[in-house]
């Protein structure tokens, strides 16, 4: 449960970065983690490091997805930890949903009218389920193109075959654009978490 000082620093701030399920499982070398966790480590690292470094840095809540027995990211084991330690006043949330405001306090931290920046995993789950309801509840929310990812999909329907994790993250921007999501790029960063 969110500590009474975060619920203080979310009222003072109309600024989020909302870093999902970016745990250890995921992001270790493939093929346990995704096939991009390499430049997804250092991009999201990058990601964070500026958001921190801003003159008036954004509130940063930690959302850590919560598998079950035998998964990657089962509870209490090295998989579900987060790749990034919180800083003292970074809450963190546990999560058992693709959305990450079903079920858990992230709703009273995040104001309705506050700007969210989402990075994380995976595209095709919590990071389309969760901008989704963000957009739902009135929030501007941006997205950056190398700050999220997927695995591959072993296609059963039609034919089967795999399409590429790449291709995925792709079709995902495309959605989320189309529903209202700014999406900007890696090389835009000095300007998200800057006074605008």
Not at 118 to 145: H, K, P, W, Y
Request: aromatic share 4%.
């Amino acid at each position: 449960m969110p500590a009474p000082e975060f619920h203080a620093l979310a009222a003072s701030t109309r600024r989020v970065l909302l870093c999902l399920d970016v745990q250890v499982g995921v992001l270790s070398d493939p093929p346990l983690g995704v096939p991009s966790s390499h430049a997804l480590r250092e991009n999201i690292a990058l990601v964070l490091a500026r958001a921190r470094a801003a003159q008036h840095p954004p509130l940063i809540i930690h959302v850590r997805n919560t598998g079950d027995f035998g998964e990657l990211d089962e509870p209490h084991t090295p998989g579900w930890q987060l790749a990034h330690t919180p800083l003292p006043h970074e809450p963190v949330i546990d999560k058992r949903k693709n959305n990450a405001f079903a079920g858990t306090k992230l709703g009273e931290l995040i104001s309705p009218d506050a700007e969210v920046v989402i990075v994380g995993l995976q595209s095709d789950f919590s990071v389309r389920a969760t901008c989704s309801a963000a957009l739902g509840r009135g929030n501007e929310v941006l997205m950056i193109r190398g700050a999220h990812g997927t695995y591959d999909r072993l296609e059963v329907l039609y034919g089967g075959g795999v399409t590429g994790a790449a291709q995925i993250e792709a079709e995902i921007e495309g959605e989320l654009e189309e529903a209202g999501v700014n999406l900007l790029d890696m090389n835009d960063l000095g300007a998200i978490f800057d006074d605008r």
